[in-house]
């Protein structure tokens, strides 16, 4: 056996015990707080809303842990080494989204609800079909997030512990790890939220989003610091080692949206669209993410919830500038061909990135598994935070909305309700580790796009209405929900991405030998080993955007005013109830 192979051997090995040892830590650490926090847990307000006892400074912590996610962490940089300037307005669209939040959702969210999304809806409307249409919203946004989360780990696992094509680790291949992964997530997931609450999840993000922003920082400092803080060499190399043609091109718009076909109008057109209708995902899908406005409910006061957004604002802007260095520095350092080679939808890229730096800053092969190791870590809390907090406002909305207010009609007392939150907990857990083995190689920015437009489409516009129009009543919400929601699983499901298009960034459909034939495929393509395809490529897509939200958010705000205006329901003392609330806070919970 040559001196080589030996050399690689101990790396790989050493690259395993640091990672399965920081894991392990890691995970005992969480599960600590977890059940420190379960012991704080005595009423329905403390599982669901952590006693509304959070400073604004503690939940704009944890609302970065739980915005920064693997999409952000992984996803987004994986997406700016493989398409460059397209690939910024991710980290654009996340952090401009906060503004809407801020200023129409926040503080009214705080005074108007109680424990999830619906409350808000429901206050003035009939408490059943509201409540169902709310629960199966947030139901179906959180499965969509968690998927991305369970995809970011599964990811991680075969650049972790080494396993190249053909290796086996413990017995398991490459892809059995991701399912195991994916699997062992799931279960840490309900354990997270089934002991500790919200007081247990809160306190795990706000540990994650100190952990990532560390993390990131040393990574973005190192990259500056190989190029002696001139961007302008970043750039170049990045543009250099980006496999473009011409290379300028990796730092021009156009890459990936926006493109020009030339002879083609219909193609220009639709790739110009998507651009429109994936910023318009992001930017209005914050605002109706489940998961995010369920946190408004953990301060004291509106004051605090209007706090919490300031420092998240704060927190997640300096963090998607680091992903300019993390995605940028990914494809000068570790260059387009190795991060395909590792992972095709680029979710890998940071990693990858940090096991270069290593080796440069901390020593050879061993620096360059220490480095990755840690910032593994850090990806895994970043997940495990994630989770737990999509999982919690899910399974709340199930206990509270469902259980207790549509089949028990407000006949229940809260310990029964936490009860049945917590068993909702292993049935979403359940269904994410199944969705998420089927989806694991897709790329997982994608994924969270698309669960941004559902929420755009779906929650937003029932949101709004339900606060500032006076004549918006029981059928506007139902219908503005469902017709969002179908319009945009509908639009997905009619679009390139079920029926499979080929993209060298979200990687969408696994074609075979034939289908990539038909295609036009290069048979070395390394987009062609995929997720799932529904469809056979050689059908064209019915809809060509593969972004949602242009065509489904519009359908959700026409639905919702149609649905009002069709009925004669109308309760102005409600409003004016709800409208006094939402603006002082007085009644509140």
Same mark, same amino acid.
């Given at each position: 056996m040559?001196?080589?192979?030996?050399?690689?051997?101990?790396? !790989? /090995?050493?690259?395993?015990?640091?990672?399965?040892?920081l894991?392990i830590?890691?995970?005992?650490v969480t599960?600590?707080i977890?059940?420190?926090? &379960?012991?704080?847990?005595r009423? +329905?307000?403390?599982?669901y809303?952590?006693?509304?006892?959070?400073?604004?400074f503690?939940?704009?912590?944890?609302?970065?842990?739980?915005?920064?996610?693997?999409? &952000?962490?992984?996803?987004?940089?994986?997406?700016?080494?493989l398409?460059g300037?397209?690939?910024?307005?991710?980290?654009?669209?996340f952090?401009?989204a906060?503004?809407?939040?801020?200023?129409?959702?926040?503080?009214?969210?705080?005074?108007?609800?109680?424990?999830?999304?619906?409350d808000?809806?429901?206050?003035?409307?009939?408490?059943a079909?509201?409540?169902? +249409?709310?629960?199966?919203?947030?139901?179906?946004v959180?499965?969509?997030?968690?998927?991305a989360?369970?995809?970011?780990? /599964?990811a991680?696992?075969a650049?972790?512990l080494?396993i190249k094509?053909?290796?086996?680790?413990?017995?398991?291949s490459?892809?059995?790890a991701?399912?195991?992964?994916?699997?062992?997530?799931?279960?840490?997931?309900?354990?997270?939220?089934?002991?500790?609450?919200?007081?247990?999840?809160?306190?795990?993000?706000i540990?994650?989003?100190?952990m990532l922003?560390?993390?990131?920082?040393?990574l973005?400092?190192?990259?500056?610091?190989h190029y002696?803080?001139?961007?302008?060499?970043?750039?170049?190399e990045?543009a250099?080692?980006? /496999?473009?043609?011409?290379?300028?091109?990796?730092l021009q718009?156009?890459?990936?949206?926006?493109k020009e076909?030339?002879?083609?109008a219909?193609?220009?057109l639709?790739?110009?669209?998507d651009?429109?209708?994936?910023?318009?995902?992001?930017?209005?899908?914050?605002?109706?993410l489940p998961?995010?406005?369920?946190?408004?409910?953990?301060?004291?006061?509106a004051?605090?919830a209007?706090?919490?957004?300031?420092?998240?604002?704060?927190l997640?802007?300096?963090f998607?500038?680091?992903?300019?260095?993390?995605?940028f520095?990914a494809?000068?350092?570790?260059?387009?061909?190795?991060?395909?080679?590792q992972?095709a939808?680029?979710n890998?890229?940071?990693p990858?990135?940090?096991q270069?730096?290593?080796?440069?800053y901390?020593?050879?092969?061993?620096?360059?598994?220490l480095?990755?190791?840690?910032?593994?870590?850090?990806?895994?809390a970043?997940?495990?935070?994630?989770?737990a907090?999509?999982t919690?406002?899910?399974?709340?909305?199930?206990?509270?909305d469902?259980?207790?207010n549509?089949?028990?009609?407000?006949?229940?007392?809260?310990?029964?309700e936490?009860v049945?939150?917590?068993?909702?907990?292993?049935v979403?857990?359940?269904?994410?580790i199944?969705?998420?083995?089927?989806a694991?190689?897709?790329? !997982?920015?994608?994924?969270?796009?698309?669960?941004f437009?559902?929420?755009?489409?779906?929650?937003?516009?029932?949101?709004?209405?339900?606060?500032?129009?006076?004549?918006?009543?029981t059928?506007?919400?139902?219908w503005?929900i469902?017709?969002?929601?179908?319009s945009a699983?509908?639009?997905?499901?009619?679009s390139p991405i079920?029926?499979?298009?080929v993209?060298?960034a979200?990687?969408p459909?696994?074609?075979t +030998?034939?289908?990539?034939?038909?295609?036009?495929?290069?048979?070395n393509s390394?987009?062609v080993s995929n997720a799932?395809?529904?469809?056979?490529?050689?059908t064209?897509?019915?809809?060509?955007?593969?972004?949602?939200?242009?065509?489904?958010?519009?359908i959700?705000?026409i639905?919702?005013?149609?649905g009002a205006?069709?009925?004669?329901?109308?309760?102005?003392?409600?409003y004016?109830?709800?409208e006094?609330r939402?603006?002082?806070?007085?009644?509140?919970?």
């Open positions: 040559s001196d080589s192979v030996v050399l690689a051997a101990t790396s !790989v /090995g050493t690259q395993r015990t640091l990672t399965l040892t894991f830590i890691l995970v005992g599960l600590a977890t059940v420190w926090a &379960s012991r704080q847990t009423s +329905a307000a403390d599982f809303a952590g006693g509304r006892s959070f400073s604004g503690q939940n704009g912590m944890a609302i970065g842990g739980d915005y920064m996610s693997a999409a &952000s962490f992984l996803g987004i940089a994986g997406i700016i080494a398409n300037y397209d690939g910024f307005l991710y980290s654009i669209g952090l401009v906060w503004l809407v939040a801020l200023l129409l959702v926040a503080e009214l969210m705080r005074n108007s609800g109680r424990y999830t999304m619906a808000v809806l429901a206050f003035r409307m009939r408490q079909p509201v409540r169902t +249409a709310g629960s199966i919203s947030t139901i179906i959180s499965i969509f997030y968690l998927l989360q369970m995809v970011g780990a /599964g991680l696992v650049l972790l080494g094509g053909g290796d086996t680790f413990l017995g398991m490459a892809e059995t991701k399912i195991v992964t994916i699997a062992l997530i799931g279960v840490l997931m309900i354990v997270y939220v089934t002991v500790g609450g919200m007081k247990g999840t809160t306190y795990v993000q540990v994650k989003a100190f922003m560390i993390g990131a920082l040393v973005t400092l190192l990259v500056l610091a002696k803080f001139n961007l302008s060499s970043l750039l170049g990045a250099a080692k980006s /496999g473009k043609t011409p290379p300028e091109s990796f718009p156009g890459l990936r949206y926006g076909f030339a002879g083609n219909t193609a220009t639709a790739s110009k669209l651009l429109i209708s994936l910023g318009l995902a992001l930017v209005l899908g914050t605002a109706g998961h995010i406005l369920i946190r408004f409910y953990t301060v004291p006061n004051k605090a209007r706090k919490s957004v300031v420092w998240a604002i704060g997640i802007g300096v998607y500038l680091m992903t300019l260095a993390l995605g520095g494809a000068a350092l570790v260059g387009r061909s190795a991060i395909v080679a992972d939808a680029g890998t890229a940071a990858q990135l940090a270069e730096l290593g080796k440069r901390l020593g050879g092969d061993f620096g360059g598994s480095l990755l190791a840690i910032i593994a870590a850090v990806a895994f970043t997940i495990l935070a994630v989770v907090g999509l919690l406002a899910s399974s709340s909305s199930l206990a509270h469902l259980y207790a549509v089949l028990r009609r407000g006949q229940t007392d809260e310990r029964q936490v049945v939150a917590r068993y909702s907990a292993f979403i857990g359940a269904v994410a199944v969705l998420g083995i089927f694991r190689n897709l790329n !997982v920015a994608f994924l969270v796009a698309l669960a437009a559902i929420a755009a489409s779906a929650n937003l516009p029932a949101i709004l209405f339900s606060l500032f129009w006076k004549r918006f009543n059928r506007g919400a139902t503005g469902y017709a969002g929601l179908i699983v509908g639009v997905v499901l009619l079920a029926w499979g298009g993209s060298d979200r990687t459909a696994t074609l +030998a034939a289908q990539a034939k038909d295609c036009g495929v290069p048979q390394k987009e799932t395809a529904l469809f056979s490529c050689t064209a897509a019915p809809i060509p955007l593969e972004n949602p939200g242009l065509i489904s958010i519009p959700g705000f639905f919702a005013a149609l205006m069709s009925s004669k329901e109308r309760d102005p003392d409600k004016s109830e709800l006094a939402s603006l002082t806070g007085a009644g509140a919970h």
